[in-house]
């Protein structure tokens, strides 16, 4: 795709002296960033993954500390970025730290039987962890049971009219809507055969990527869903994204950048199980 060496470049130049990558070019390294940017940029991007392995905590996930909170989401996206033994833990982590099963509520209707996966370990489940739990077993460890409670959470989950909001649908009668970057991450972990919603989804992420197409992070994660899927929204997402780069820059956003490198190139594949 035209555009791409640009955005490759910009991204590896946001890379720290440590190896890792921040939100913003030099700021301290953060996990998510860090284990996209590996992804995104494969060897190219040497001593991210080992920023990552130097981080993984006994039990084997890769989060940070927000004062009280470890947040542990981004242990998903490392165990791509990470090899052997450490890849491992990293999964086994994933598979044993599922979310907390809510009861259900005529205030927040749910399946109540369903965990998902959580931001912090204890808590509830939510659309976008899942969505990198499902993702990271379904690629790396694709006979994970867990596999069956994450894809049943999505389908529960989805706004009525398709789509994903970021946790819930419906909540004190009102029905919440969809967005383009919790809709795109669900769709990348969903596959065609999990039914009707995948199609739902897509038909709503059409119309969702144009609304936000001036955020360069819903822009690029709508284009790796595309991407992942073959949909035919490719060619105008990407034109669009390209477009937006020459622009702003996505105004240094890492993740940003680091979505737009995935879906422009072969982290796609390596995200759908093809490896590094």
Known sequence: MTGTPDLRRTLGRAQGADGGFGPRPGSTSEPEPTALAAIALGAAGAGAADWLAARQAPD???????????NESATALAAFALGGTERQRALDHVAGEQGRATPNSPIVPHDGSLQGWAWTAGTAGWVEPTSRGVLALRALRPAAAQITDGVAYLRDRACLAGGWNYGNRVVYGEELPPYAQTTA????ALRPGDGAVFEQGFGVLRSLWLKERQGGLSLAMSLAAASAHGDA????????????????????????????????????????????
């Open 233 to 276: 929204m490719v060619a105008q997402t990407s034109a669009a994204l390209f477009e937006l780069f020459a622009r702003t820059g996505f105004l240094g956003d890492t993740v940003a950048l680091a979505w737009g490198v995935i879906a422009t190139g072969p982290g796609v594949s390596t995200l759908l199980g093809g490896g590094m």
């Open 60 to 70: 084997g996930s890769v989060g940070m500390r927000l004062g009280p909170v470890w």
């Open 185 to 188: 991450v669900a769709l990348l």
